[in-house]
């Protein structure tokens, strides 16, 4: 059983950025892909990106191509994804989720983090 | 972009009735190379993260009570929940994982009558 922690809530300025972790633990982590996907409020899921680990490859929805940078570290079991040039509008709670690779070579999303409320207000 | 779209956006039933959820996709999320349906159901309630119900459109996740099915192919799904309890009160959210973006359904949110 993989267990995801993500890091505590955060308040930024618009323009600015922010940076969310997203721990795994019990379980293997680069062997699986580790996807992005937000909530505004009272909105529905948005899938951002995902990265697999042991490769370090990233793939990232559109809208999220010029702002957002997922990462990860193999050493630690920990995955990042930062957002910059923040606007309102990404006042979100943002989840991570672990995925397993499939013979067709996608994935699909058993774990999630508990999410990170991300608020951007002046 | 795949467009998933759920129906209804909202749905109430009666303790014990059954429910049933749509999901349709703009194309095919079957791949013929191993002639499966690339399709996951979630479950999400106030305030916690999505949970994993049914993967491959049909089979449910370790754990996840029978009374939760999955049907369908190609295009068109369906989330059908027998016997609804009252802890089924939720969103659900269909999810294709054909090609990336992987896209969600908008949700639909059931309640109990």
């Known amino acids: 059983q993989v267990y995801l922690v993500q890091s505590g809530a955060e308040v930024r300025k618009p323009g600015s950025s922010v940076k969310v972790s997203c721990k795994a633990s019990g379980g293997t982590f680069n062997s699986d892909a580790i996807a992005w996907v937000r909530q505004a409020p009272g909105q529905g899921l948005e899938w951002m990106g995902g990265i697999i680990p042991r490769y370090g490859t990233t793939n990232y929805a559109q809208k999220f191509q010029d702002r957002g940078t997922i990462t990860a570290d193999d050493s630690t079991y920990t995955a990042y994804m930062e957002l910059s040039s923040l606007r309102s509008e990404d006042t979100a709670v943002y989840y991570c989720?672990?995925?397993?690779?499939?013979?067709?070579?996608?994935?699909?999303?058993?774990?999630w983090g508990q999410g990170t409320l991300v608020t951007v207000s002046s | 972009d795949i467009v998933m779209t759920q129906s209804p956006d909202s749905l109430a039933v009666s303790l014990g009735e059954r429910a049933t959820i749509n999901c349709k996709s703009s194309r095919s999320v079957l791949y013929s190379s191993n002639n499966k349906d690339h399709l996951t159901w979630y479950q999400q309630k106030p305030g916690q993260p999505p949970k994993l119900l049914i993967y491959w459109a049909s089979n449910r996740e370790s754990g996840v009570p029978d009374r939760f099915s999955g049907s369908g192919s190609g295009t068109d799904f369906t989330l059908t929940i027998s016997n609804v309890q009252a802890e089924d009160v939720a969103v659900y959210y269909c999810?294709?994982?054909?090609?990336?973006?992987?896209?969600f359904g908008q949700g639909t949110k059931l309640e109990i009558k």
């Open positions: 989720a672990t995925g397993s690779r499939v013979t067709t070579g996608q994935y699909y999303f058993h774990h």
């Open positions: 999810q294709q994982y054909y090609s990336t973006p992987y896209t």
